[in-house]
């Protein structure tokens, strides 16, 4: 995330889904302009994103909050309410970000073997054969025949397909 002139992002993030009741349980590294600023975490129980800086960053630490507290309240996607641009906003963004990109690769994954779609309310559905894998429903007519059904019964639905391994010639 790019905030004028720092650029924040994590590493080293470990998300716990077990743990995560009312929030997200992580941690993770906070990097910004490609240098260690802090290390933050949640519990998951619901409480605020700890941050804390790293000893040799404290002074960077405090000039990035005083910067952000000059920034414009943000109103999230979807509500109706404003919040204060903090770390801990951004930290909370970031971890989003990261689980969704989490989310992206395991169905990218699974999609190298199973027809992998996203329902119109937003959901990935997965579609396999005891069988077959994609593969190998791909070398024979009646299964691009199925695969080919299969897509266009769930495209009707309004949902999208999200393989990018699938021939033209079955796609409707």
């Known amino acids: 995330m790019k905030v004028q002139n720092y650029e924040f992002e994590l590493k080293k993030f ?8 009312e929030t997200n349980c992580f941690e993770a590294i906070l990097y910004v302009n490609g240098k260690k600023l802090a290390d933050c975490g949640n519990d998951g ?11 040799g960053s404290i002074e960077l630490g405090r000039e990035i909050e005083a910067f952000l507290k000059k920034q414009p309240k943000i109103t999230p996607k979807g509500f109706n309410f404003q919040l204060d641009f903090t770390l801990e906003y951004i930290v909370d963004d970031l971890v989003q970000e990261c689980l969704k990109a989490q989310e992206l690769k395991k169905f990218k994954n699974l999609a190298k073997k199973h027809l992998v779609f996203k329902n119109t309310k937003g959901n990935y559905i997965t579609i396999k054969w005891k069988k077959h894998t994609l593969d190998s429903l791909l070398k024979i007519p009646k299964g691009r025949e199925a695969l080919k059904q299969t897509i266009a019964q769930e495209i009707a639905k309004g949902s999208i397909l999200f393989n990018e391994n699938i021939p033209r010639e079955l796609l409707p």
Do not use: A
């Not at 129980?45 to 800086?53: A, E, V, Y």
């Open 14 to 21: 470990k998300f716990l889904e077990s743990r995560s009741y």
């Open 45 to 55: 129980q619901g409480g605020s994103t700890d941050i804390h800086f790293f000893p």
